[in-house]
């Protein structure tokens, strides 16, 4: 079974910065794919970000291009992602998601089987 922890979350002043951590076990962890996504209070769940099995490919959604940034541990099998410079509009549960790799990296949601419980980021303005 393919299980999946996230930690990290909290509550933050805007232009502040946090580091999730998800770890995953159950699985040949250098084999697949991770993404971090998040969801608001009455919105869709959306993609934050996404790596791929060595690491080599990342990639971001435009909201959070150049203040977040994703990588991995495959030593400790553990994804992390560092976010800077934080917003209000961050304010969301943060989830990881992981799925064997395919061709292309995937970043939707739909795409991923496995997911944690989540982590509350909190933004105050």
């Known amino acids: 079974q393919v299980l999946l922890v996230e930690s990290g979350g909290g509550l933050v002043p805007a232009g502040g910065s946090l580091r999730l951590s998800c770890t995953v076990s159950?699985?040949?962890?250098?084999?697949?794919?991770v993404g971090w996504f998040r969801q608001a209070p009455g919105n869709e769940r959306e993609v934050v970000a996404a790596?791929?099995?060595?690491?080599?490919?990342?990639k971001y959604s435009d909201s959070v291009k150049g203040r977040f940034t994703i990588s991995r541990d495959n030593a400790k099998n553990t994804v992390y992602l560092q976010m800077a410079s934080l917003k209000p509009e961050d304010t969301a549960e943060y989830y990881c998601?992981?799925?064997?790799?395919?061709?292309?990296?995937?970043?939707?949601?739909?795409?991923?089987?496995?997911w944690g419980q989540g982590t509350r980021v909190t933004v105050s303005s």
């Open positions: 159950g699985c040949s962890f250098s084999s697949y794919d």
């Open positions: 790596i791929s099995r060595s690491g080599m490919i990342t």
């Open positions: 998601a992981a799925q064997a790799s395919y061709y292309y990296l995937r970043l939707a949601a739909n795409e991923y089987n496995y």
